[in-house]
Structure formats: structure tokens, C-alpha cells
């Protein structure tokens, strides 16, 4: 079983920065891809950014390439996002996901994932 636990999530204004972590524990083959994925309110939780341990596997929805970057410490069993040039629009909340070797096409899929953190906040505003 794998566990999860974000942090680093908070209130911006729009064009800052905040760095996104999630510790995880458990087996590593379960955790071999982690992601991270958002979701406001009402809506559907949507995939942004992965990445896959000791592979050139790393992948980005299109609304966050070139301002958020997902990477991740093998020692410190930790994955980090990134997330520079925020808008209003990155406002949700962020949950970081792990699952075992998945190929690149699902990435950001959902159903992909079996492991799941609690989520933490990030609110960006005009």
C-alpha cells in the first residue's frame, strides 16, 4: 500500500511561485509513475503533470507546459511540481497520485492511478 501526503500549497498572487510536495511511502513498484493532478469544485480531476522513476517518461497538460515542472527526489521518496506564472485559473486543488508502470498515453489519465494523497490547496489571485 502506498501512502501519499502533500504540502507546500497555499495563496499566491497571479506571476508567483509555489513548489508543490508529496511524500510518499510504500512499496516502490506501486509508486514506479506518480503524477500530479487538480480539480476545482463541481468540475472533473484533471491530469498535469508526470513522471516515471528512471525513465525519460515525463509528461504535461498543455495549459500548465512551460510554467509548472514536475521532477522528483528517488532518496527523499518525494515528488515536486513546480508551478511558476500562476493564474487565476490554477486555482484548485492539487492531489498527487502513484501507480506502477503505466505507458506514457496515461499519464494524466485518472483511471490510471490507485494511490491517492488528500490534496492541498493553492489559490491564486488577480
Known amino acids: 500500500q502506498v501512502q501519499l501526503v502533500e504540502s507546500g500549497g497555499g495563496s499566491v498572487q497571479a506571476g508567483g511561485s509555489l513548489r508543490l510536495s508529496c511524500a510518499a511511502s510504500?512499496?516502490?513498484?506501486?509508486?514506479?509513475?506518480m503524477a500530479w493532478f487538480r480539480q476545482i469544485s463541481g468540475k472533473e480531476r484533471e491530469g498535469v503533470a508526470a513522471i516515471c522513476r528512471d525513465t525519460d517518461n515525463v509528461t504535461y497538460a498543455n495549459s500548465v507546459k512551460g510554467r509548472f515542472s514536475v521532477s522528483q527526489d528517488n532518496a527523499k521518496n518525494t515528488l515536486y511540481l513546480q508551478m511558476s506564472s500562476l493564474q487565476p485559473g490554477d486555482t484548485a486543488m492539487y492531489y498527487c497520485a502513484a501507480a506502477g508502470l503505466i505507458g506514457k498515453w496515461r499519464l494524466l489519465l485518472t483511471l490510471a492511478y490507485s494511490s491517492w494523497g488528500q490534496g492541498t490547496q493553492v489559490t491564486v489571485s488577480s
Open positions: 510504500g512499496a516502490t513498484y506501486a509508486r514506479y509513475c
